[in-house]
């Protein structure tokens, strides 16, 4: 940011990005594509760490907790999904629930 000048360029496919979220430490990028695979890369080497490829439902939205070490993604159920940010590991499932009032 203070040079202007392009660190590292992503080798990403043809399709273009509808979101994209960068983690507190700024070491850790998510992509999302489309809405059933999300790519996480390292913006200090520009590689690829890992893709996720949702089975039965469609991801809709991310945020990291813990500085950046830990990626949350829900699904189009409202259910939360819960990775670690360095290896793609899956830690666990949260589903939520709506109260209509």
């Known amino acids: 940011m203070k040079t202007g000048t392009i660190r ?5 496919n043809r399709e273009p990005w ?3 979220l960068i983690s507190p430490h ?3 990028l998510v992509t999302h594509e489309d809405s059933v695979a ?7 080497t520009g ?3 890992f893709s ?3 089975k039965y439902v469609e991801f809709d939205t991310f945020a990291f907790i813990h500085g950046g070490s830990t990626l949350i993604s829900m699904d189009w159920n ?10 793609g590991e899956f830690q ?10």
């Open 8 to 12: 590292t360029i992503l080798d990403k």
């Open 18 to 20: 509808s979101q994209i």
């Open 26 to 28: 700024g070491r850790t």
């Open 38 to 44: 999300f790519h996480v890369w390292n913006l200090k």
């Open 47 to 49: 590689t690829l760490r």
């Open 52 to 54: 996720i490829k949702a």
């Open 78 to 87: 409202d259910t939360l999904h819960v990775w670690d940010a360095e290896t």
């Open 92 to 101: 666990m499932k949260i589903k939520t629930q709506h109260k209509i009032r």
